[in-house]
């Protein structure tokens, strides 16, 4: 049972575009949502992450609009470039309990930014 | 992901050989973590080790599967008589505690494959 599904599974924008990846859960009990970003042959690195207590948070060029009524979350980059070219991960865990560790991560998405 | 370091990057092994991965942790670090991710997935959580302890193995295939942190040493994710279904992107992850950050950092991975 795939618990963080994710889409698109790829995403071809123009440089300056703003590609939209977005993630839906199933497991309410979910409250730590992150997004990572990986690059080929390299491990998954944090991008930015929310909790389910504020609808949108940014960092930089990066957004995360978060719906808890829909159990949806999407990330948004701003202004892309060629080097925001890489797959992209949403995830999702459970804070309490001691099971943070546990993250569950959608399939991801290969964004290209085109120049 | 600095700092969360793997060997060896590649390894290629034939049915049946046994597989073994290394990673220590970043400095100040306790918490060790391994996923795993296949082809065009998304990575999936094995275990969880403190020092001399396994956490939670609830990930781990019941078979040929072993994990280990010694109280000297790195962390190693052994792999008996591997299958070509074994072959896949092994990430080690570690934190300094559970605390409600969350901030799990990643390794560069170990690429398995199985000829």
């Known amino acids: 049972q795939q618990q963080v599904k994710q889409s698109p599974q790829s995403l071809i924008v123009q440089k300056g575009g703003i590609p939209i990846i977005n993630c839906a859960y199933e497991?309410?009990?979910?409250?730590?949502f992150p997004w990572y970003q990986q690059f080929p042959g390299k491990g998954p690195a944090l991008l930015i992450a929310?909790?389910?207590?504020?609808s949108e948070k940014k960092e930089g060029r990066f957004t995360i609009s978060f719906n808890k009524s829909a159990k949806q979350f999407s990330l948004h980059i701003m202004d892309s470039q060629p080097g925001d070219s890489a797959t992209y991960f949403c995830a999702a865990s459970i804070t309490g309990g001691g099971s943070n560790y546990k993250l569950t991560f959608g399939k991801g998405t290969l964004l290209t930014v085109n120049p | 992901n600095a700092g969360v370091m793997q060997n060896p990057r590649h390894l290629v092994r034939r049915r049946g050989q046994e597989a073994r991965l290394r990673c220590s942790p970043m400095?100040?670090?306790?918490?060790v973590y391994w996923y795993r991710q296949l082809p065009e997935e998304g990575l999936k959580f094995m275990v969880y080790l403190q020092k001399e302890n396994i956490i939670d193995e609830s990930g781990m295939p019941k078979e040929r599967f072993s994990a280990e942190f010694p109280k000297e040493g790195p962390s190693i994710l052994r792999i008996q008589q591997v299958v070509r279904g074994d072959s896949a992107a092994y990430f080690c992850?570690?934190?300094?505690?559970?605390?409600?950050?969350?901030?799990?950092?990643f390794g560069e991975g170990s690429w398995l494959t199985v000829v």
């Open positions: 992850a570690s934190s300094r505690q559970l605390d409600s950050g969350n901030t799990i950092y």
């Open positions: 497991n309410t009990a979910f409250d730590y």
């Open positions: 929310i909790r389910p207590d504020v």
């Open positions: 400095k100040g670090h306790s918490h």
